[in-house]
Structure formats: C-alpha cells, structure tokens
C-alpha cells in the first residue's frame, strides 16, 4: 500500500525565515510525486510535479527536490501569502498504466507572521 | 488554463434529501475526473474515479448506491449523495486529469452540510 508521512504537521515562521517542508513516501512505482498548496475553504492548488531522483523544479520562492524516499519542498524568504496547508500526494505505475490514483499525505500547516 | 470548477459551492439540505454536485472541467477535456472527499483539518481521500461513458471506479470503504457518480461528457461529472444524512457533511473536491500531463488539476469544493 502507498504510504505518504508529511512532515512538520505545523511549522510557524517569521516573514523572511526559510525553511523546508518534508515528505516522506513508500509507493510501489514512483510515476510521479505532486506538490499542492490549499488554502482554507478551497480545492489544492497544483505547484509542482517531481518524476525522478534528483529532479528539482522552482516556482518563485519555493523549490521542490526528490530522491527515492523523500521529496523536499524548500521556502525561500517566505511571505505572509506564502501562509497555506502544503500538500504531498504520490502517483505509482499499475501495470505499466497508471489511472491517475493520488495518495495524499497530511499536509504541512504554514504560517508566515510578518 | 486548467481551470476546474464545481456547483454548488456551499449546500445545507434536510436528512433524507439527494444533492447533486456538478464538477466541470472549462478550457480542457478530461477523460477521467476524480472525487475526493476531506474532513476538518484531515487530508484528501479518494472516494472514486470517473471515467467518460464508463462505470466509475469506487474506492474501498465507499457506498456506490449512496455516492453516484456520472461521467456524461469529457467536461462534466457530478456526484449525487442520495438519502443524505448528517454523518456525510463534509466538504467535497473534484479533479480532472489533463491529458499527457498526468497531473491532476481540482475544483474549487464543495461544502454539505446536512441538517
């Protein structure tokens, strides 16, 4: 069974202070790991897409990385804005297909004080 | 783009009552949509994958005849809670997957509250 373990559950900052968010997996058959951002009252916002070890993408002050355990979501001078539930999901290979299945961790709480 | 959107955003119905959620994906066609399911300060779990003109895939643990999903068009699916009680207050997202992206791309939810 594919496993996602996020962590810190809540990770509180001052405006400026970085700081990585963690997310820990166990999937049969990475196809691909996905970052979200959701904010209270609404659907996830997509970020990022990771496929393969040593892979990295950049959105603006966040940075994603992934190995083959663990992917890494890094904040860089974060904002108030930056204040939102960071999701992880993993999406594994079903015999050569993959019907889109994500599973989903917990989710990382951030707050950004100013 | 990728723009993906669900109606009603907020229902309050009596016990025993069906509601019906439209999700619709508007500038992309979608094969398979997704229906998720998230409690207060928990995470997404799947209820089931839609796919067009084909039965729907239900996830473990999850009534088919309470939760029945149609998938009638490569841009809209909904999910009706048929005999609503207040145990399925929740708030409900859906998503689309764009093609050859492989990335899943989701509504903006909605929250039944069942009286």
């Known amino acids: 069974e594919d496993q996602v373990t996020q962590s810190p559950e809540a990770l509180r900052l001052q405006e400026g202070e970085s700081s990585s968010l963690n997310c820990s997996y166990t999937v049969s058959g990475l196809r691909g790991l996905f970052w979200y951002r959701q904010d209270p009252g609404k659907g996830p916002e997509f970020l990022f897409t990771l496929y393969s070890a040593g892979e990295e993408k950049e959105k603006e002050r966040l940075k994603a990385t992934l190995t083959k355990k663990e992917s890494f979501l890094h904040i860089t001078a974060p904002k108030p804005e930056d204040s939102a539930t960071y999701l992880c999901?993993?999406?594994?290979?079903?015999?050569?297909?993959?019907?889109?299945?994500?599973?989903f961790g917990q989710g990382t709480i951030l707050t950004v004080h100013p | 783009g990728a723009v993906v959107s669900q109606h009603p955003s907020r229902v309050i119905c009596k016990s025993g009552t069906s509601v019906k959620i439209e999700c619709r994906s508007l500038?992309?066609?979608?094969?398979?949509m997704f229906w998720y399911r998230q409690f207060p300060k928990q995470s997404l779990m799947l209820m089931a994958t839609s796919n067009e003109g084909s039965k729907a895939t239900y996830e473990q643990g999850v009534e088919k005849d309470k939760f029945l999903i149609n998938h009638a068009s490569l841009t809209l699916s909904t999910l009706t809670v048929t005999s609503a009680h207040p145990e399925d207050s929740s708030f409900y997202i859906c998503?689309?997957?764009?093609?050859?992206?492989?990335?899943?791309?989701f509504g903006p939810g909605t929250r039944l509250l069942v009286l």
């Open positions: 500038d992309f066609q979608a094969t398979t």
């Open positions: 998503s689309a997957d764009l093609a050859g992206t492989e990335t899943q791309y």
């Open positions: 999901a993993v999406q594994a290979f079903t015999g050569g297909t993959s019907y889109g299945k994500l599973t």
